[in-house]
């Protein structure tokens, strides 16, 4: 059975089958199911304000931290409002288009530089990881990360292997490209720079110059925001500095967020893999048998060394990690995992048990979402709901301005950017975030709870100050009562 696999092409028909059922599985239903949150929100009023207003330097504020990424995920964004219209689904259709994309190079990837075994099993893991799948639903920063991560990992081997200045210089702007979308691609920095350091040249000197090359382009890369920063006193630097401190110390970033236990990180990084614990034990089976048949003799440049040391410089930090953590931090990992998996897998003396692994895997995620996924509702229709009472008030009272608060379970992004962004693109433009003492009025929608909204302590009804409060109206959507209420 091994010699077969070695020997036998993918099918056509197998491998589009995949892609199909893999992008099938990310898409489904998604005008009802896939959520519009506030931070998708958040990114498309940016995009919004980048066509309509002006350019920024700066991208998203990290959740905690306080620094700024980089700009260019927002004019992507801006890009493909541009061509289609302020139409978030369109959004959640290019980032699973990217997904999939991120799919087809794992398989072509593997299939070139290490084996065609490997590339089925790589790509059969990406496209049926529940994580991965979740990922791709998001359509926020995330879903772009395993894309930026499979580019980063073949524009590295390829500048390793030319050791060419010019290969130095890309792989480092694709490099950089994660410091554009999510700031996890931190704990990956230390393997980076040491895989470059070790092959990047026999000679001392020629290691620092690679070094340097590649720290270049990640510069080169983020220089919209190192300008921003240097004209205004490196707040942002600092802001980072704090928050690297922060991470390594634990202190309050540890206490304050929720935080996993060593043995919860190793379950929870597996469980992205699959949901099933007896699967999970028979994949790192695999992987354990696949590494004592392949275990390198000498630490060469190879794509399985390559990868092997990416994914095991990452998890080490992972686990050392004093931050908060959450599922979709582990998509780096997880996408270098598959990587890592694929090769073991396929370097096993017993391939059929690998096979038989990776398609029960496969089945066990497709009988998971058997029954398609739950109608939620935080969708574009739901909101688009809320939005249009409140236009119909504005409409009839012709307020001066006007702001958005929104009082949900969770606390989070209060600001309301989902609700700001429905309202602007319909024509009703509230005060800017910060400015909510300067609106005449205040629409509260509150999501979850029965509180009065003149009894909140929050800091953006704080400063606007109400006085009188009156209820809009009661909406029942998804199973859930939104109230809609006018401060005064």
């Known amino acids: 059975m091994s010699l077969f696999l070695d020997r036998i092409k993918t099918p056509s028909f197998l491998f589009f089958s995949l892609l199909i059922v893999g992008f099938l599985l990310r898409s489904y239903a998604f005008q009802q199911n896939i959520e519009f949150n506030s931070d998708f929100g958040r990114d498309s009023l940016f995009a919004m304000r980048i066509l309509e207003e002006k350019p920024t330097l700066l991208g998203a504020q990290s959740s905690t931290g306080g620094f700024y990424l980089g700009p260019l995920y927002f004019y992507g964004l801006a890009a493909v409002y541009f061509v289609f219209g302020y139409a978030p689904q369109i959004g959640n259709l290019v980032f699973i288009g990217l997904n999939i994309w991120a799919a087809y190079l794992v398989y072509k990837f593997l299939k070139e530089q290490v084996s065609e075994a490997a590339g089925l099993f790589g790509l059969t893991l ?36 030319e050791r060419k200045m010019p290969w130095h210089i890309v792989s480092g702007l694709a490099f950089g490209l994660f410091f554009h979308v999510h700031f996890t691609a931190l704990l990956l920095v230390p393997g980076y720079l040491l895989a470059v350091w070790l092959w990047g040249g026999k000679q001392w000197r020629e290691r620092l110059t690679a070094v340097a090359y590649h720290i270049s382009g990640v510069v080169l890369m983020l220089s919209p925001l190192i300008l921003f920063d240097v004209r205004h006193g490196f707040i942002t630097s600092q802001a980072f500095f704090d928050y690297l401190f922060a ?13 996993w236990t060593t043995s919860e990180k190793v379950f929870n990084l597996l469980k992205m893999f699959t949901q099933q614990t007896w699967l999970q034990l028979l994949l790192v089976a695999g992987a354990v048998l696949g590494l004592k048949k392949s275990w390198p003799k000498k630490f060469s440049l190879t794509v399985p060394n390559l990868v092997g040391l990416l994914f095991g ?22 996408t270098l995992g598959v990587l890592v998996f694929a090769i073991l897998l396929a370097a096993t003396p017993q391939r059929w048990l690998s096979l038989l692994v990776v398609s029960l895997m496969a089945l066990s995620t497709l009988l998971a979402t058997k029954g398609g996924y739950q109608p939620i509702f935080r969708t574009i229709q739901h909101l688009s709901a809320i939005t249009h009472e409140i236009e119909r008030h504005i409409d009839a009272t012709q307020p001066a301005s ?4 929104k009082d949900s379970r969770d606390g989070l992004t209060s600001l309301g950017y989902e609700y700001r962004f429905l309202l602007q693109r319909d024509g009703y433009v509230p005060a800017r975030e910060l400015e909510y003492h300067l609106a005449e009025v205040m629409y509260v929608i509150q999501e979850d709870g ?12 704080t400063q606007f100050a109400p006085t009188e409060a009156e209820e809009l109206t009661t909406l029942e959507l998804q199973g859930k009562t939104i109230r809609i209420f006018v401060l005064y």
Do not use: K, Q
């Open 126 to 161: 990406f496209t049926f990881s529940p994580l991965l799948i979740t990922a791709a639903r998001g359509a926020t920063h995330v879903p772009m990360l395993p894309l930026i991560t499979v580019l980063s990992v073949m524009a590295l081997y390829r500048a390793l292997t």
């Open 247 to 259: 991470s390594a110390t634990g202190g309050e970033i540890t206490a304050n967020f929720d935080h």
């Open 313 to 334: 410089s990452m998890f080490v930090f992972y686990l050392l990690y004093s931050g908060y953590l959450y599922a979709y931090y582990l998509v780096i990992p997880v």
């Open 402 to 405: 006007f702001t958005i608060f």
């Open 450 to 461: 029965d509180a009065d909204p003149l009894t909140l302590g929050n800091w953006e009804v």
